[in-house]
């Protein structure tokens, strides 16, 4: 079984997801989808293999993953017995710039 870890970034995402749907919606709402979004991730403990490798749709070199989970793309990484989650980036956004610094 894999070990997830979320960088201080993706920590960050999480926290604007929350207050964006706190916005839109309200607290329960907010709340209950955080919970399933932190579900659906979990699963890469048990199958860090389900996202698909980011260099298959974007021309740069790069070892990270992807899955798509609601409006949002998961960004990872595998190092050893770990998913290590990078970013959570609305679809809606230009992934490439934010996860590259473009």
Do not use: C, W
């Amino acid at each position: 079984m894999y070990n997830i870890q979320f960088t201080p970034l993706a920590k960050e995402d999480l926290i604007r997801i929350k207050v964006y749907l706190e916005g839109e919606f309200d607290v329960k709402i907010a709340s209950e989808k955080i919970k399933q979004l932190l579900k659906s991730i979990k699963r890469f403990e048990l199958y860090p293999l389900m996202g698909r490798p980011l260099m298959n749709i974007i021309d740069l070199p790069t070892d990270y993953m992807y899955f798509v989970l609601e409006k949002n793309y998961v960004f990872y990484r595998l190092e050893h017995e770990t998913v290590k989650i990078i970013r959570i980036i609305d679809t809606r956004q230009n992934y490439i710039d934010i996860l590259f610094d473009k």
